[in-house]
């Protein structure tokens, strides 16, 4: 007996385009959806009541799974979707405005996860830890691996975890004098 799995990536949804009811696969739909959300008068403005670039949205996953029950969820990297909102093809006319609202809450954490490292509570926190750290003559690299992770998990890219944490050093230089 063989049984036919499919990896979440690999199925399908029906979905109408241009006037033809399609089957496609997440990543198209993903990819359909953040196109009209960048095209969406009301979208471009819900970013700019956030203070968020569009482009941001290359950031955000769009999956579709089984969500028993609920429409969609939304965290600081994914909206997911309910496989039903695209069972009879018609996902445009009768649940955009799921997206639309999931985005809200995706706009809010963004926000949240940005305003975080702009706090300068949570800045010379970091700075404190790190000349602390300085100050009973803590190599660097030892530095590095105990507090790096802690700031990573607050960015999107490593790069941008390196340089606030690069900044933080020599905050912390110069809080030590």
């Known amino acids: 007996m063989t ?59 769009i999956e579709i799974k089984d969500l028993e029950g609920r429409y969609a969820e939304t965290d600081l990297e994914s909206m997911v979707l309910d496989k039903n909102l695209f069972s009879d093809g018609k996902f445009w006319e009768n649940n955009w405005f799921v997206c639309v609202h999931e985005l809200v809450h995706w706009l809010t954490r963004f926000k949240e996860d940005e305003a975080y490292f702009q706090d300068p509570e949570e800045c010379l926190g970091f700075v404190g830890s790190i000349a602390t750290e300085l100050a009973r003559g803590i190599d660097i690299d030892e530095i590095w691996t105990k507090i790096f992770p802690r700031i990573e998990f607050h960015f999107h890219q490593e790069s941008d975890a390196k340089e606030f944490f690069l900044n933080c050093i020599q905050k912390a230089k110069e809080l030590l004098g």
């Open 3 to 61: 049984y036919n799995h499919k990896k979440a990536s690999e199925e399908k949804y029906l979905i109408a385009l241009n006037g033809e009811l399609l089957q496609l696969p997440v990543e198209q739909i993903s990819h359909l959806i953040k196109k009209k959300m960048q095209g969406d008068r009301a979208v471009q403005k819900l970013f700019e009541k956030f203070e968020v670039s569009l482009e941001q949205l290359e950031n955000l996953r």
